[in-house]
């Protein structure tokens, strides 16, 4: 199975059918030749205005963490799967959670598409909790503070909403440790 007929398949999901109906296609960007792939939640609905990953305050302050600009991110090099390829709908405190299904479903699918990918940065809970199972610590904030324990094949990451901006201030060695490292890897990958 190639990637076009993933991306059909996902559409006639009777699950994504109030999106297909609405003519928005899944959002993820994939390449057979990516080196780096991000795994998030969903896309939020700005993103879903415009069908294009991270493109957004959340993307802003993610590619500053990842020390590139938008025109590496949005390169072959860089692939971008979300836990949910749709918007999931707005919920008392910031968005839905992502659907469950879209990542046992297709995930795998996808991945399969990607033969290169040297490294997995794992954005938030939602994926963490799905990619690192029970190898996770107890929460979040210490999945995260542990993120050496994860590599060289994953780097678990706090999102980069700006409703964490209380985590990022509580957690300044987020900034000052992990991010220079994950900057360096990229780097090294990329060059």
């Given at each position: 199975?190639?990637?076009?007929?993933?991306?059909?398949?996902?559409?006639?999901?009777?699950?994504?059918?109030?999106?297909?109906?609405?003519?928005?296609?899944?959002?993820?960007?994939?390449?057979?030749?990516?080196?780096?792939?991000?795994?998030?939640?969903?896309?939020?609905?700005?993103?879903?205005?415009?069908?294009?990953?991270?493109?957004?305050?959340?993307?802003?302050?993610?590619?500053?963490?990842?020390?590139?600009?938008?025109?590496?991110?949005?390169?072959?090099?860089?692939?971008?799967?979300?836990?949910?390829?749709?918007?999931?709908?707005?919920?008392?405190?910031?968005?839905?959670?992502?659907?469950?299904?879209?990542?046992?479903?297709?995930?795998?699918?996808?991945?399969?598409?990607?033969?290169?990918?040297?490294?997995?940065?794992?954005?938030?809970?939602?994926?963490?909790?799905?990619?690192?199972?029970?190898?996770?610590?107890?929460?979040?904030?210490?999945?995260?503070?542990?993120?050496k324990g994860y590599l060289p094949e994953f780097f678990p990451i706090v999102h980069p909403s700006p409703l964490n901006i209380g985590w990022l201030k509580k957690n300044?060695?987020?900034?000052?440790?992990?991010?220079?490292?994950?900057?360096?890897?990229?780097?090294?990958?990329?060059?």
């Amino acid at each position: 199975m190639n990637l076009k007929e993933i991306i059909e398949e996902i559409k006639a999901d009777p699950k994504n059918e109030e999106y297909t109906k609405r003519g928005i296609d899944p959002i993820f960007q994939v390449d057979k030749n990516a080196k780096i792939l991000l795994i998030g939640q969903a896309p939020g609905r700005v993103v879903e205005e415009t069908g294009i990953p991270f493109n957004d305050k959340s993307g802003d302050k993610l590619r500053k963490w990842m020390g590139i600009d938008r025109e590496q991110f949005y390169s072959k090099e860089i692939a971008i799967l979300p836990m949910d390829f749709y918007y999931p709908g707005k919920a008392k405190q910031g968005d839905l959670p992502p659907r469950k299904f879209m990542a046992d479903v297709y995930h795998e699918k996808i991945l399969e598409q990607m033969p290169n990918v040297e490294l997995t940065i794992l954005i938030g809970a939602y994926s963490q909790k799905y990619y690192l199972g029970k190898n996770r610590e107890k929460n979040l904030t210490e999945t995260v503070k542990n993120y050496k324990g994860y590599l060289p094949e994953f780097f678990p990451i706090v999102h980069p909403s700006p409703l964490n901006i209380g985590w990022l201030k509580k957690n300044p060695w987020f900034e000052k440790e992990a991010i220079p490292d994950l900057q360096e890897m990229i780097k090294k990958i990329l060059s």
